[in-house]
């Protein structure tokens, strides 16, 4: 059984009641399933209250091999906030909008840039879909 998760956008205490729900335990700090797996299909950050919680969550149970995570816009949108053109300036450009959109997880990073960079290096490391004979799973396309 796979259970698809998407959109968490730093909501870290709705998620873990929705695997609670699911049959998920805590253990050794992840969340597991004795015949269950997730697919976690992207958006981990902005918005919400809790968004390094989220990605502890998430990164933990990729970690054990309970889950797989995808990337979503938000997670393709920071590396893109984050990583500089060759010619100067970002690859996403530091407009008002974009600043908005991503101040959030920007503010809960607050003096934990190395957190951060990990993180934005994990990103890297996301695919953007997982597919076996039966589905395909994909943030957005």
Known sequence: M???????HGHANKLELLLQKL???LKDGAF???????????DYIDRGPKIRETLKI?????????????????????LCYHFQETEGGHLRKHLIKNIIQHYET???????????????DWF???????????FRAVHAC
Request: net charge negative.
């Open 23 to 25: 049959g998920y335990e």
């Open 106 to 120: 920007l503010k809960q990073f607050q003096n934990k840039q190395n957190e951060y960079e990990e993180y934005v």
């Open 32 to 42: 597991a399933h004795a015949t269950r797996k997730v697919v976690f299909v992207g």
């Open 124 to 134: 890297k490391t996301l695919p953007l879909f997982y597919e076996i004979e039966t």
């Open 58 to 78: 998430v990164n933990a149970m990729v970690d054990i091999k309970n889950a797989i995570a995808l990337m979503g816009n938000h997670e393709y949108n920071a």
């Open 2 to 8: 796979i259970d698809i998760i998407g959109d968490i």
